[in-house]
């Protein structure tokens, strides 16, 4: 079966492009929402980082739900499900009235958030051929990237209130035309619920650590360089300053161009970490020429976020990575659970950020100082996860002894 036949492949797609777009677009109306709702500018730095944590904080539980109902009911039940709640907790966001209840919608559109990718990577995965598995999820993730690029060019032009009516009418609209989707084959022929307790086990706990790990410099790229980028262009002297929405736009412009080149990459080097290797050391390049061109102009750093973009292209060989990681059985609970654990990072990286700002050291400083952290434990784990490419899919954790 050829990739792009298979329904499953474009519904996944077409979830991830809305899920995106709900997930970057408050990054995009931070300021404005805050605005709008009178929280003075001295104090939107630290509402909004807070606002992102509970965010974050529900797509860290939602990813363990989802990834656990997926397993015992099916990665049909997570598509369903999950858009459902975020697409009323975005229409919810519309209407806010007061920050209090701000919090709470985004967690709760965190939570809902949490299940799409992992469940469409996981569906997609295990209906497609070893040898067209990659090229199918990188349909799923380049597609969906772009909903990123539609939240900051919506962002940029309506009213926030609008741009989160938008997100959740889409989401709507999409759960219709999901009806129909068909379940993974390899999960009806293996209907046993899986153990939680699985992950229990010292080697393949560390195996979903790794995985986790390797992943995290894109999130501290998103989380940290990218919402902030009103507060780097002060701190860099940016003379023209830096706008959320228009970083955001180059970032998730380069997210898609490069979900594409590293997805083909990996099916040309077949192999997996090799292509995640390359990608990694381009983002610490990029990374490092971002902290250190002091006074440059406004241009100048967009591009930077563009090829910045460009390098967190692994984002989709690395759900692809744990997703052939695992067993049929937990397979869903770690694809999905996974990805969310590394936005959760996000609450970690950016409390490391306030503490070495209250040590005196510079927003620029400090987000260098995280980040060199970061990029270790992400090489600390893909040293330590074998290669993948071409694995047949069809075993069960069950009955490995903590090895694949």
Not at 47 to 61: S, T
Not at 108 to 115: P, Q, R
């Given at each position: 079966?050829?990739?792009?036949?298979d329904?499953?492949?474009?519904?996944?797609?077409?979830?991830?492009?809305?899920?995106?777009?709900?997930?970057?677009?408050f990054?995009?109306?931070r300021?404005?929402?805050?605005?709008?709702?009178?929280?003075?500018?001295?104090?939107?730095?630290?509402?909004?980082?807070?606002?992102?944590?509970?965010?974050?904080?529900?797509?860290?539980?939602?990813?363990?739900f989802?990834?656990?109902l997926?397993?015992?009911?099916g990665?049909?039940?997570?598509?369903?499900?999950?858009?459902?709640?975020?697409?009323?907790?975005?229409?919810?966001?519309?209407?806010?009235?007061?920050?209090?209840?701000?919090?709470?919608?985004?967690?709760?559109?965190?939570?809902?958030?949490?299940?799409?990718?992992?469940?469409?990577?996981?569906?997609?995965a295990?209906?497609?051929?070893?040898?067209?598995?990659?090229?199918?999820?990188?349909?799923?993730?380049?597609?969906?990237?772009?909903?990123?690029?539609?939240?900051?060019?919506?962002?940029?032009?309506?009213?926030?209130?609008?741009a989160?009516?938008?997100?959740?009418?889409?989401?709507?609209?999409?759960?219709?035309?999901?009806?129909?989707?068909?379940?993974?084959?390899l999960?009806?022929?293996?209907?046993?619920?899986?153990?939680?307790?699985?992950?229990?086990?010292?080697?393949?706990?560390?195996?979903?650590?790794?995985?986790?790990?390797?992943?995290?410099?894109?999130?501290?790229?998103?989380?940290v360089?990218?919402?902030?980028?009103?507060?780097?262009?002060?701190?860099?002297?940016?003379?023209?300053?830096?706008?959320?929405?228009?970083?955001?736009?180059?970032?998730?412009?380069?997210?898609?161009?490069?979900?594409?080149l590293?997805?083909?990459?990996?099916?040309?080097?077949?192999?997996?970490?090799?292509?995640?290797?390359?990608?990694?050391?381009?983002l610490?390049?990029?990374?490092?020429?971002?902290?250190?061109?002091q006074?440059?102009?406004?241009?100048?750093?967009?591009?930077?976020?563009?090829?910045?973009?460009?390098?967190?292209?692994?984002?989709?060989?690395?759900?692809?990575?744990?997703?052939?990681?695992?067993?049929?059985?937990?397979?869903?609970?770690?694809?999905?659970?996974?990805?969310?654990?590394?936005?959760?990072?996000?609450?970690?990286?950016?409390?490391?950020l306030?503490?070495?700002?209250?040590?005196?050291?510079?927003?620029?400083?400090?987000?260098?100082?995280?980040?060199?952290?970061?990029?270790?434990?992400?090489?600390?784990?893909?040293?330590?996860?074998?290669?993948?490419f071409?694995?047949?899919?069809?075993?069960?954790?069950?009955?490995?002894?903590?090895?694949?």
């Open positions: 079966m050829a990739f792009w036949r329904r499953a492949v474009w519904v996944g797609a077409l979830g991830y492009f809305v899920d995106t777009y709900d997930l970057v677009l990054s995009v109306v300021k404005a929402s805050l605005t709008g709702m009178g929280v003075p500018e001295a104090d939107q730095q630290g509402i909004g980082l807070a606002l992102l944590d509970w965010q974050m904080v529900g797509m860290l539980l939602g990813g363990l989802w990834g656990i997926g397993d015992r009911l990665r049909r039940s997570v598509l369903f499900g999950s858009i459902i709640i975020y697409s009323l907790a975005n229409l919810a966001n519309a209407g806010l009235s007061s920050l209090d209840h701000y919090y709470w919608l985004r967690l709760v559109a965190g939570f809902g958030l949490a299940g799409e990718l992992g469940a469409a990577v996981t569906l997609v295990e209906r497609l051929e070893p040898e067209e598995r990659g090229y199918g999820t990188m349909l799923v993730a380049g597609v969906g990237l772009a909903g990123a690029v539609v939240a900051a060019l919506v962002g940029a032009r309506v009213d926030w209130r609008s989160y009516l938008l997100g959740g009418l889409l989401g709507l609209i999409l759960l219709i035309l999901r009806v129909g989707t068909p379940e993974s084959g999960f009806r022929n293996q209907m046993q619920a899986s153990r939680f307790e699985l992950f229990l086990q010292p080697g393949r706990l560390w195996r979903f650590l790794a995985c986790i790990l390797l992943a995290i410099p894109i999130w501290w790229v998103g989380g360089l990218t919402v902030l980028a009103p507060e780097f262009g002060k701190a860099l002297q940016v003379p023209q300053g830096l706008q959320a929405p228009t970083a955001v736009f180059y970032l998730y412009t380069g997210a898609t161009v490069g979900d594409f590293v997805g083909a990459l990996s099916q040309r080097l077949r192999s997996r970490k090799k292509a995640i290797l390359i990608s990694l050391v381009g610490g390049l990029c990374s490092g020429a971002f902290l250190n061109f006074g440059a102009s406004a241009s100048l750093f967009y591009g930077l976020y563009f090829w910045l973009g460009l390098c967190t292209g692994f984002w989709s060989v690395f759900v692809t990575f744990t997703a052939e990681q695992f067993g049929t059985d937990l397979r869903a609970t770690a694809t999905t659970s996974a990805p969310n654990f590394v936005r959760a990072a996000v609450v970690p990286i950016n409390l490391s306030k503490g070495l700002e209250k040590l005196g050291w510079g927003v620029v400083s400090a987000a260098g100082g995280v980040g060199v952290i970061c990029f270790v434990l992400s090489l600390l784990g893909l040293w330590s996860l074998p290669e993948t071409g694995r047949n899919l069809d075993f069960r954790e069950a009955r490995s002894s903590g090895g694949v």
